[in-house]
């Protein structure tokens, strides 16, 4: 939900894998899913709720902890005026963008598996050399575990953000161009 200052960041997702330990505790190591949905996203178009379906994979009951998305070599690109720059994203089309998750999931329930994007931290210049790299901060949480906060700031004339804080951990998001905010994962 993070915007960060780019007009749109889309990367390709070309393979998605599973690290996960079932009830006996034995690890299967990584699984692939069962049907994916490659293709290029924005994923500044995926906030305030608005989500995509990436693939889908069905496990017995135990936990999940790691998901790797396998990014592909083209199609990865930033946008921070109206010209595109390639996106760097080094070692994700062999070895994968790695997000930790620490979930477990329990028999005959349906999780949704959310990754939220932070572009904001993600998304980083290369020095002065006018080249983007992908060094995501991706949270990743289990939907059927969280809650959630909903609400609307205004005006609505400028981005704003909401933050909630708990002790000294806290999570936040912007303000879309409606003034629509949502946290996931609480």
């Known amino acids: 939900d993070a915007r960060g200052d780019y007009k749109a960041v889309y990367i390709e ?23 994916i949905y490659p293709g290029v996203y924005d994923l500044l178009k995926l906030s305030n709720g608005l989500d ?3 693939g889908s994979l069905d496990l017995p009951a135990g936990r999940m902890n790691q998901i790797r998305l ?7 690109v930033v946008l921070k005026t109206l010209d595109s720059i390639t996106l760097s994203t080094p070692s994700a089309q062999q070895s994968g963008l790695k997000i930790s998750l620490k979930d477990s999931i329990k028999a005959g329930i349906t999780y949704d598996i959310v990754l939220d994007f932070d572009a904001g931290k993600s998304v980083v210049q290369a020095g002065k050399s006018g080249k983007y790299n992908l060094n995501p901060v991706i949270r990743a949480y289990a939907a059927a575990n969280s809650g ?15 933050v909630a804080v708990k002790g000294t951990d806290s999570i ?8 629509d905010f949502l946290i996931q994962g609480l």
């Open 148 to 162: 959630a906060i909903k609400g609307n700031v205004l005006p609505n004339s400028v981005i704003t953000a909401a």
């Open 52 to 54: 995509t379906l990436l």
């Open 70 to 76: 396998i990014l592909g070599d083209r199609n990865s």
């Open 172 to 179: 936040g998001t912007y303000t879309n161009t409606n003034g």
């Open 13 to 35: 997702v070309v393979d998605i894998e599973v690290n996960y330990t079932d009830i006996n505790n034995t690890n299967p190591g990584w699984v692939k899913m069962d049907s």
